[in-house]
């Protein structure tokens, strides 16, 4: 695609564990060009998500030209140590542009909700709730796969993969799961887990999530107690945070992430567990892209 005339313009960035989604507006909302990289989560390696962020919005540029008047960024472990002020100062200091980083929740939602009170829920590679209600805002989760992120892909994948390791080292007889998880990696011997697990990012783990989440839904024991376990902790987390905002009134919960937006049977358990301790709720499933939301945010930050 070659270069095209633009006056000015705005990127929004939304950056997870798995990819980051880089999208021009002009000043009037309309979409100009669309790309994508790898990983935009500062937790999992600064230096890379950095050169992530950064390679997609040279592509933007490059077919743009250079009248980029402000990059706003939602991006996973933006908020840990120095993240905020390392990706600010990169990029302005490459781009010459005005710049702000906020977490990935922050934009993703404004976009989900529409800028209405209410609760998201994110289970993708990692998860995380947060909610908005009368200007108070509360978060649970989103403590990196370390720490927690019980429910996201990564866990999924994570608890499938004990089950084919106890499954070796007691000597039990192999699982459906643990067939179907190994034959869809091309995996056979026990050195090729380890370095399967040790020598990939988290996105790369994360991407078996849907083969346990099939295995499940035809039935197989352990998958299905993994995704009851996965679909009660996101459950959790989101009632965290309806407790802490005391919402007392029908709550929209908008939920993000493809273990919650493309599997029908996680969405579904999440409902039955959410209903178990919020009496009103209404579980919203918006396609539009955080970026779009980083686009208002940037016009009303330039409007001032």
């Not at 197989?220 to 107690?225: G, H, I, L, Q, S």
């Not at 996965?230 to 908008?254: F, K, M, P, W």
């Amino acid at each position: 695609m070659g270069r095209v005339k633009i006056m000015e313009y705005i990127i929004g960035i939304d950056g997870g564990g798995t990819k980051t989604e880089a999208i021009a507006y002009d000043l009037h909302g309309n979409e100009l060009y669309k790309n994508y990289s790898d990983f935009g989560n500062l937790v999992l390696d600064k230096k890379k998500a950095l050169y992530n962020i950064a390679s997609s919005i040279d592509k933007s540029i490059k077919v743009l030209g250079n009248n980029c008047v402000y990059i706003y960024l939602g991006l996973a472990g933006v908020e840990v140590g120095n993240n905020k002020e390392f990706i600010e100062t990169s990029l302005k200091d490459r781009f010459n542009t005005k710049v702000k980083a906020v977490n990935d929740a922050d934009i993703a939602l404004s976009a989900v909700l529409e800028g209405d009170n209410g609760i998201l829920t994110i289970a993708g590679t990692g998860s995380i709730s947060y909610g908005i209600y009368n200007g108070i805002t509360a978060r649970a989760g989103g403590w990196g796969h370390l720490l927690g992120d019980e429910g996201s892909g990564y866990f999924i994948a994570i608890e499938a993969f004990k089950i084919v390791i106890e499954e070796r080292d007691l000597g039990l007889k192999e699982s459906k799961l643990s067939r179907l998880l190994l034959k869809s990696l091309n995996i056979l011997t026990d050195e090729e887990i380890k370095n399967f697990i040790y020598s990939n990012p988290k996105g790369v783990i994360a991407a078996a999530a849907p083969v346990v989440i099939e295995a499940a839904i035809d039935g197989e024991k352990n998958a299905v107690d993994i995704l009851k376990k996965s679909a009660q902790a996101l459950s959790d987390i989101t009632c965290a945070v309806y407790r802490r905002l005391s919402i007392n009134e029908n709550v929209n919960i908008g939920i993000k992430g493809s273990v919650l937006t493309k599997s029908s049977r996680m969405r579904d358990l999440f409902k039955e567990y959410l209903s178990r301790n919020i009496e009103s709720f209404t579980l919203v499933n918006n396609e539009v892209s955080p970026a779009k939301r980083a686009y208002y945010l940037a016009m009303k930050e330039l409007n001032k």
